[in-house]
């Protein structure tokens, strides 16, 4: 049976998708740049569609798509209390964005949402709403209520949300932003901390997902893949001649400093030298963490350590994927 599975159509969230996946060794082909589906070259018997992030998550909800990539602020805002749309992974490592308040910076009290909600009483007694301007109705509204700020009116805006206060059709905007540099040159500043912080997802359709054990080794298999792929780019793999009379006296030294002798500890092995009569040397692998790179080369160094070389790791697999585990208990199923 085929894994139907759906990705951003275009722009940053296309490019960083595609990334991703070429560095699990997957790799999406199309005939042509204008068809929206396209195959999964790693993965058999799976479809990909592309589609808008939007609609990827109501489409997943539907049941039409089984898998898809998406935006956590766009699943916070449209999913509601559906729990037929499942978060397989709930952070793929790229569209990194906070959904925030702006007002004028002409409005040197407003700096708090304590501030807001006062404003809105004071809109009130003038007889008119705070009217806010965003393209997450939803998420602003119940995050208003939460918040104490209780009398305003929400604008739905579909094009550029930072322009609403300057155009005069609203006082202020709930928008997303990466740097803050789009609500800063249309004269707007942020208050208060992020409403939302979001990232991309990776979500699946329980209806489609449970039991359907195919469909599911396919999530395995992606999943697997994608968490390895990440965790890899977290660690350096090391090798280092070191001398020794013995494996156990060199790898007593290696393990004399726990955290950076490796994921489990080190492989040691006897190195043949080239030249005659040049015995004693061994060859030494561990697997640091990124930070502990240069502190593990200085060690191993101090202990007579010599043409140290270093490899980036490409993916580091566990014993099983922590992310399908929690979607087959989600899903009530047994692993596949």
């Known amino acids: 049976m085929t894994l139907r599975f759906a990705i951003p159509s275009k722009g940053s969230g296309y490019d960083a998708t595609i990334a991703l996946l070429e560095s699990c060794g997957l790799r999406v082909t199309r005939a042509n740049p204008r068809q929206y589906t396209a195959v999964l070259r790693g993965l058999p018997d799976t479809e990909v569609l592309l589609h808008r992030p939007a609609d990827i998550v109501l489409k997943v909800a539907e049941g039409a798509i089984d898998l898809g990539v998406t935006g956590y602020d766009l699943l916070h805002e449209l999913r509601g209390d559906d729990d037929d749309v499942l978060i397989v992974i709930e952070d793929l490592g790229f569209w990194r964005v906070e959904l925030v308040f702006a007002v004028p910076q002409s409005w040197i009290d407003v700096t708090s949402w304590a501030d807001l909600a006062d ?14 301007a965003t393209k997450y109705p939803n ?15 929400l604008v739905e805006s579909q094009g550029a949300t930072e322009a609403a206060p300057g155009l005069g059709y609203a006082d202020i905007i709930a928008d997303i932003t990466e740097t803050g540099t789009a609500i800063r040159e249309n004269q707007l500043k942020i208050v208060g901390g992020p409403l939302l912080r979001s990232q991309a997802v990776l979500i699946g359709s329980r209806r489609t997902l449970r039991g359907n054990p ?8 992606l999943c697997e893949l994608i968490e390895a792929r990440r965790r890899g780019r977290l660690f350096y793999s090391l090798t280092a001649n070191l001398p020794g009379t013995s494996v156990e006296e060199v790898g007593r030294k290696v393990t004399a400093r726990h955290e950076l ?17 040049d015995s004693g040397w061994y060859a030494v692998n561990v697997v640091v963490p990124q930070e502990e790179l240069l502190p593990a ?3 191993l160094r101090s202990i007579g350590a010599s043409s140290v070389t270093t490899v980036q790791v490409q993916h580091v697999f566990r014993a099983q994927s922590e992310a399908f585990a ?3 208990a989600r899903l009530g199923e047994e692993q596949v």
């Open 119 to 132: 404003l809105a009483v004071e809109f009130q007694s003038r007889g008119r709403r705070l009217r806010i």
């Open 139 to 153: 998420t602003v509204r119940r995050f208003c209520y939460a918040h104490g700020i209780n009398v305003f009116e």
């Open 214 to 221: 195919s469909r599911l080794e396919l999530v395995r298999q």
């Open 261 to 277: 002798a490796g994921l489990q500890g080190p492989t040691i092995a006897p190195v043949w030298s080239k030249f005659a009569g």
């Open 297 to 299: 080369i200085d060690y």
């Open 326 to 328: 929690r979607l087959c």
